[in-house]
């Protein structure tokens, strides 16, 4: 997981896909709200639990503004390649079909007119999605998994390194331009591993994942409260409730604010996709 170079790595088999996929369950027999599941409280729960696939990998996962549409991507174990996948919902049902027919998934903007998947992205436009595009600038000059972005258009992405290290960066849009990126300061890197991050779309705080002193096991998830005078506050760990011994990290909240998603222990034959009510975010909130 620690070093694979693709937007979002994460969320892997998310919807735990059996040969016909969700788990033994055709899409026409999942209805309502967040593809059909049962939400979770405060203690964390499967995502789309199900029988794992042999033959593929599902991971990074991203929801429309709306609530209606997911996509993700589906990796062929055999062939390495992926394929990007969409689920809609459409007269309370949820379908699956193909996005496109190979690439990479990334996170959508608050807005929903725009797909970042690394330093590239895709427009909404009438019948779909845009071609990629490239961000330019400075940003080819990064080697970006997962750029996320806030409501004000700041960017929040990860730089991996050769070593398969890595640190996070910002770029924000004053006056209309976008500025050259900067690192975070030493409260959000510090410690290896440090990648995957997610801003909050009022940015008042940023999750990611790091392997630090003190931790649980391998990566886990943190978080960082943005202060009143602007800065950002000390990393904090989600706990044990949330990480283990393992990997965990990829952290994602739903656009609509509800619930944090995230992948458990993200190593073969593991992939547990879990969430959590987000209101877990604010019992970490320094009073």
């Not at 997610?198 to 008042?204: G, H, K, L, T, Y």
């Not at 998830?221 to 706990?239: P, T």
């Not at 993200?266 to 970490?284: G, R």
Request: proline share 6%; aromatic share 12%; net charge negative.
């Amino acid at each position: 997981m620690k070093h694979i170079g693709i937007s979002i790595p994460l969320l892997v088999s998310l919807f735990a896909v059996s040969s016909n996929g969700f788990g033994g369950e055709t899409s026409s027999e999942l209805k309502g709200p967040y593809i059909g599941q049962e939400p979770p409280g405060l203690t964390p729960k499967l995502f789309t639990p199900g029988i794992p696939s042999t033959e593929y990998r599902d991971w990074g996962g991203s929801f429309t503004p709306d609530m209606k549409e997911y996509y993700f991507a589906r990796r062929n174990h055999e062939t390495g390649k992926s394929t990007i996948m969409v689920i809609k919902s459409e007269n309370d049902q949820w379908q699956e079909s193909v996005a496109w027919p190979s690439g990479r998934n990334g996170s959508i903007s608050p807005d929903g007119k725009t797909m970042h998947i690394g330093k590239y992205y895709r427009t909404r436009i009438d019948n779909g999605w845009s071609d990629l595009k490239n961000l330019g600038g400075p940003f080819d000059d990064y080697r970006i998994m997962r750029l996320t972005t806030s409501k004000k258009g700041t960017y929040v992405f990860d730089e991996v390194g050769n070593d398969g290290d890595g640190i996070l960066r910002y770029s924000r849009l004053i006056n209309g331009k976008r500025e050259a990126p900067k690192a975070f300061g030493k409260q959000i890197n510090t410690g290896k591993w440090t990648a995957h991050p997610f801003i909050a779309p009022d940015e008042s705080y940023v999750i990611w994942d790091s392997e630090r002193d003190g931790g649980y096991g391998d990566s886990d998830m943190y978080i960082s409260f943005r202060q009143a005078d602007g800065s950002w506050g000390a990393a904090i760990n989600f706990g044990e409730k949330i990480n283990t011994d393992g990997e965990d990290g990829g952290g994602y909240v739903t656009p609509d604010g509800k619930y944090l998603l995230y992948c458990r222990r993200c190593t073969p034959p593991n992939f547990e996709i879990m969430w959590v009510d987000a209101k877990i975010i604010e019992t970490l909130r320094p009073e």
